[in-house]
């Protein structure tokens, strides 16, 4: 059972009378909006240090919550990881300056061109407010070939291997270096390309043993890393020209060590201009980690017991059973749930389990009690999400709890799909555009 974080029994309670009222009678993913401000208060606080503020969408997939965030926070910067909901996102927040979040095929680059054509009036405009990430020289000559197929612009962004070793470009031996000085040679040179920045992730960092170092010798080894790229672009760019690059590092479990310093020996993230994050705004259980302790949980499923079951059995064994239930091996209390097979760990009652008898369901799901449990038919078992981007998506829309009821439904995202008559090399408008 993963820790609630000092959440009580009282919170559940609460939880489950908000939800009584509401009339939620089936599986249902809460966010608590007070744990979210809170959440987002301690964001800020590093924000405002100096940093802009790109708000990660897959892990917020909710355009209502994305909205919210954006309206929080000040920011119009969004990071995209999946094409058709960053078709849903230009359509729905036409306002927002996108980055992708990881490479895209060319084929995938494309389709986007001929989807957006097909708007009516949108008032995104790719040219200023989309940047591709680009991890390689060969797909930055993909992206170069599909430039001049559509006449157009592309405003490329650079992911940088700052430690994590999940590919990107890299200045830490000099066959990376070269690599890397040849695909800014490249950008330098085609003025259909426009290099707008620089991207490093650095989601290891918080996860390194202190026997190796730990978090802050990672850290500063990432920083270092980013460093010798930035340089290598400052070296063909010239500095002027960089000052304005978007530098985005950072990450849910790695924001908080970010800092702008005038001490030296705190100064090793000045040069980072850009800051990414969005699950620790609602803390699912793979962010547990040392750097967020200062966040609280504020998302959860909810799910209706349908059965209570007591001294559970093994088919077809009662005689094996009874024994089992006489050594501890089999639970004393039991239920069966609506729906289950989530990413998620259940946390209230505490000490409930995912039950061996029955196996895994997503149908009705078995979870044992814990032995004192006062839990009745038809109360809720509760689930904290191990990650937000998947898990949010399964439930159509995220009950907002606040100040004891649910206030609100904010949908979650829905793909824009792109019809087959739509992938037909429609790329007239862009072959009769001029690149200035």
Not at 167 to 185: F, H, P
Not at 265 to 291: G, M, R, Y
């Amino acid at each position: 059972m993963t820790s609630t974080n000092s959440t009580s029994a009282d919170y559940f309670h609460q939880l489950s009378r908000a939800l009584v009222q509401a009339e939620v009678h089936q599986p249902v993913l809460i966010v608590d909006k007070q744990r979210l401000d809170t959440n987002l208060d301690h964001l800020l606080s590093v924000i405002q240090m100096g940093f802009d503020y790109r708000i990660v969408a897959k892990s917020l997939p909710s355009i209502p919550l994305l909205n919210y965030i954006m309206e929080k926070s000040g920011s119009n910067r969004l990071m995209s990881f999946h094409l058709p909901f960053l078709f849903h996102v230009v359509k729905h927040l036409p306002h927002a300056d996108i980055l992708l979040g990881k490479p895209m095929t060319v084929a995938a680059a494309r389709q986007f061109y001929q989807w957006h054509q097909t708007l009516d009036g949108s008032a995104f405009n790719p040219a200023k407010q989309l940047h591709w990430l680009v991890d390689s020289l060969e797909r930055l000559q993909q992206y170069q070939a599909l430039a001049k197929k559509l006449n157009c612009c592309l405003n490329i962004n650079l992911e940088i291997d700052v430690g994590l070793h999940r590919g990107g470009l890299n200045a830490d031996s000099q066959d990376r270096s070269t690599e890397l000085k040849q695909a800014l040679e490249l950008l330098k040179a085609d003025k259909r390309l426009i290099l707008t920045g620089l991207m490093g992730y650095d989601a290891h960092v918080s996860k390194i043993p202190k026997f190796i170092g730990g978090s802050k010798k990672a850290f500063r080894c990432a920083m270092k890393s980013y460093q010798a790229c930035l340089q290598c672009v400052i070296d063909i760019f010239g500095q002027d020209f960089c000052d304005g690059l978007i530098l985005n590092a950072g990450g849910s479990s790695t924001y908080p060590l970010y800092k702008k310093s005038t001490s030296q020996l705190n100064s090793q993230s000045n040069f980072i201009n850009e800051i990414a994050t969005a699950s620790a705004l609602v803390k699912p259980t793979d962010f547990d980690v040392h750097t967020l302790e200062h966040h609280k949980p504020a998302c959860f499923i909810a799910t209706p017991i349908l059965k209570l079951v007591n001294k559970p059995e093994i088919p077809m064994l009662k005689g094996l059973s009874k024994f089992l239930h006489t050594v501890g091996f089999l639970p004393k209390q039991a239920c069966f749930i609506y729906g289950g097979n989530w990413l998620a760990t259940p946390c209230f009652p505490e000490s409930s389990k995912r039950s061996n008898i029955f196996g895994i369901s997503s149908n009705q799901e078995m979870y044992t009690l814990p032995t004192d449990s006062q839990i009745k038919m038809d109360e809720y078992l509760f689930f904290r999400p191990t990650q937000s981007e998947a898990v949010f998506l399964q439930f159509g829309k995220i009950a907002v709890y606040d100040e004891g009821s649910i206030i609100d439904w904010w949908p979650v995202f829905h793909s824009e799909s792109i019809s087959p008559s739509q992938e037909s090399n429609k790329v007239e408008k862009y072959n009769n555009e001029e690149v200035s």
